[in-house]
């Protein structure tokens, strides 16, 4: 199947099958640097069928929606060299800017766990004209990493985070200021819902939020403004 197939093949199907929009990213990207993470991302999604072959002028239209420019074909083609041939991906590189790339690394289990991420949000954050897109979509992967299993809301676990600021600035190598403003950027733009507490801030996705205020409110937490 061709890259165009596969591209038109997700959307249409999107809003079937919520499978179809969503996409399992091994934790261990994590580690990544924030724009190799933010590639990969999109890598994880294109190969949920067999493998393909793609030029970097494909991968610029899935994440920007748009003509190629100089300066994202650099990018696009030095981080898919790195990706591959420092393993992080499996794959070939069949000629400067041109790729077949292979799902089998991709596959999540027991000795890699996953994350989940949305795609809907992801193409919403990468085809946005915020300078920090890359670290968005990184700080919102480690956030949802960060939700506790161990919370059963109304039958669902994992949908709500509690770690402190100081922990988020760590894992992404940034300072609380930072993490701050990220924070706010996502909440503005509906994708997180945030509670702030006395203690440490609550988190959950924003399509999350109405249950996470119910259980907040049962356990009868104080807010602050």
């Given at each position: 199947?061709?890259?165009?197939?596969?591209?038109?093949?997700?959307?249409m199907?999107?809003?079937?099958?919520?499978?179809?929009?969503?996409?399992?990213?091994?934790?261990?990207?994590?580690?990544?640097?924030?724009?190799?993470?933010?590639?990969l991302i999109?890598?994880?999604?294109?190969?949920?069928?067999?493998?393909?072959?793609?030029t970097?002028s494909?991968?610029?239209?899935?994440?920007?929606?748009?003509?190629?420019t100089?300066d994202?074909?650099?990018?696009?083609?030095?981080?898919?060299?790195?990706?591959?041939?420092?393993n992080?991906i499996?794959?070939?590189?069949?000629s400067?800017?041109?790729?077949?790339?292979?799902?089998q690394?991709?596959?999540?289990?027991?000795?890699?766990?996953?994350?989940?991420?949305?795609?809907?949000?992801?193409?919403?954050?990468?085809?946005?004209?915020?300078?920090?897109?890359?670290?968005?979509?990184?700080?919102?992967?480690?956030?949802?990493?960060?939700?506790n299993?161990n919370?059963?809301?109304n039958?669902?676990?994992?949908?709500?985070?509690?770690?402190?600021?100081?922990?988020?600035?760590?894992?992404m190598r940034?300072?609380?200021?930072?993490?701050?403003?990220?924070?706010?950027i996502?909440?503005?733009?509906k994708?997180?819902?945030?509670?702030?507490?006395?203690?440490?801030?609550?988190?959950?996705?924003?399509?999350?939020?109405?249950?996470?205020?119910?259980?907040?409110?049962?356990?009868?937490?104080?807010?602050?403004?």
């Amino acid at each position: 199947m061709s890259v165009v197939k596969v591209f038109w093949h997700f959307w249409m199907v999107k809003g079937k099958s919520s499978m179809k929009s969503t996409v399992q990213v091994c934790k261990v990207f994590l580690e990544l640097p924030e724009k190799e993470f933010s590639l990969l991302i999109l890598l994880c999604w294109i190969t949920k069928l067999e493998e393909q072959h793609i030029t970097v002028s494909n991968i610029n239209y899935y994440l920007y929606g748009d003509k190629p420019t100089k300066d994202r074909n650099k990018f696009i083609s030095d981080t898919m060299d790195s990706l591959i041939k420092n393993n992080y991906i499996s794959g070939e590189i069949l000629s400067p800017g041109e790729y077949l790339i292979y799902n089998q690394n991709f596959a999540a289990n027991k000795e890699h766990p996953f994350i989940i991420i949305d795609m809907d949000i992801y193409f919403l954050l990468m085809r946005s004209k915020l300078n920090n897109k890359y670290s968005l979509v990184k700080y919102l992967a480690i956030l949802i990493n960060s939700f506790n299993y161990n919370i059963d809301i109304n039958g669902k676990c994992g949908i709500i985070g509690h770690m402190p600021i100081s922990f988020l600035a760590t894992k992404m190598r940034k300072s609380h200021t930072t993490i701050s403003s990220y924070t706010k950027i996502l909440e503005d733009l509906k994708i997180i819902y945030v509670f702030r507490s006395k203690d440490n801030n609550i988190y959950s996705l924003y399509k999350n939020r109405e249950l996470i205020i119910l259980y907040l409110n049962k356990l009868d937490i104080d807010g602050i403004l």
